[in-house]
């Protein structure tokens, strides 16, 4: 599969996560522990399609990883589910349309990634139309400061975490399952530390969401490290980015008013197709 479609799939995947762990919120999940177990769960599901990856996966090769899992999914997982509770999911994942202007500045900078007319067009347009859906009417009764600012490191983390496993995934032989695996499993723990401080945990009503949440996160963590050892991040990281749309349809389809969906979303998910398709063409 190419870093087109790879990166796609991520982004579908990663919308969902984000209403998956809002409706473990609404039903008494910690956050820390909402994050913790999902991640887990990730971890579980990686580890197990990189299966065949294991044997040509070298120590040396791996530990780029385990840095970089301890970024993102670790501390910008906290911020994230953080966010979520603040502002919602679809909103968190909304602010998460800076991503492409985050990691196309290094990417182009220090991996000497092209950045040609018609890939900035594009992504141009998927931040727009993150900005258009961000800014709709009725959010302006939701959005908090902190949520924002959450919202904002945590896609800052996220962006210096695709550049640096970009960076490693050309030199090395890892591959992108193997990889994902242990990118959860550096956030795994940085994210059980952070549920051990606060000892909450997750009721049994939460249980099936969380449980979902983890697949969820561990088929995209393999759908986006894959698509990174296959292309540039320039290309993987705005694709991924319309996980915003993705966010927006889920949270109308199953949280309903609760979210409070406004109009722009047409117009926001026309640029966001559009930006996908010059991507696509630009590749």
Excluded: K
Aim: include cysteine; aromatic fraction near 6%; charge should be positive.
């Amino acid at each position: 599969m190419s870093a087109f479609l790879l990166a796609t799939v991520a982004a579908c995947l990663f919308g969902g996560l984000a209403v998956a762990l809002r409706v473990v919120l609404e039903r008494g999940g910690d956050p820390e522990s909402s994050a913790a177990i999902s991640a887990a769960i990730g971890l579980v599901v990686a580890a197990g399609l990189a299966a065949g990856q294991w044997p040509r996966a070298e120590l040396a090769d791996l530990w780029p990883y385990l840095i970089a899992g301890a970024v993102a999914p670790g501390l910008s997982q906290l911020m994230f589910v953080r966010a979520i509770e603040q502002v919602g999911a679809a909103r968190t994942a909304i602010l998460f349309g800076v991503s492409p202007l985050l990691a196309a500045i290094p990417a182009v900078w220090l991996l000497d990634e092209p950045f040609g007319l018609v890939l900035g067009l594009g992504t141009g347009a998927i931040v727009v139309g993150c900005l258009a859906l961000a800014w709709e009417r009725r959010s302006a009764r939701t959005l908090t400061g902190l949520g924002i600012a959450l919202a904002l490191v945590a896609a800052a983390l996220i962006a210096a975490r695709d550049n640096y496993a970009r960076r490693f995934a050309v030199d090395s032989d890892v591959g992108g399952l193997a990889a994902a695996a242990v990118t959860l499993a550096a956030g795994t723990v940085v994210l059980g530390l952070a549920a051990l401080v606060r000892r909450r945990g997750i009721p049994r009503s939460a249980a099936s969401p969380v449980l979902f949440a983890g697949l969820l996160q561990g088929l995209a963590y393999c759908a986006l490290l894959e698509a990174l050892t296959r292309g540039r991040v320039t290309v993987v990281v705005p694709l991924y980015t319309t996980e915003s749309l993705w966010a927006v349809v889920f949270a109308a389809v199953f949280l309903g008013r609760r979210e409070a969906i406004g109009a722009r979303v047409v117009a926001a998910a026309a640029l966001m197709v559009v930006g996908g398709a010059l991507i696509g063409a630009a590749r």
